[in-house]
């Protein structure tokens, strides 16, 4: 079982920025991929970004060039710079093990002037 603690959500202005961080613990041994997911009201969970074990990194199109995701696979950290209202959603960190998905519980995001 791998525990996920998430942090670093809040609000910030249109063109801010912002970094989320996630930490796993527990059985942590064999993490194939750490990645961050978002949803925003009445949408499907899409994918961020994700980063493999081996440092191949992936990010939506919608984030290129202004989001990039870091880790150790311990932590994931999510650097968003320039963000947009559109960028408004509950962020979830995901780890890939042996096969299983691990969900954190989600942080809010909100991009507001």
């Known amino acids: 079982q791998v525990q996920l603690l998430e942090s670093g959500g809040g609000l910030v202005q249109p063109g801010g920025s912002l970094t989320l961080s996630c930490s796993a613990s527990?059985?942590?041994?064999?993490?194939?991929?750490m990645g961050w997911y978002r949803q925003a009201p009445g949408n499907q969970r899409d994918l961020v970004a994700v980063?493999?074990?081996?440092?191949l990194t992936t990010h939506a199109e919608s984030v290129k060039g202004r989001f990039n995701i870091s880790s150790d696979m311990k932590t994931v950290n999510l650097r968003m710079n320039m963000m947009k209202p559109e960028d408004t959603a509950v962020y979830y960190c995901n780890v890939s093990r042996f096969g299983v998905n691990n969900w954190g519980q989600g942080t809010q995001v909100t991009v507001s002037s």
């Open positions: 980063i493999t074990s081996g440092g």
């Open positions: 527990g059985n942590i041994l064999g993490i194939a991929a």
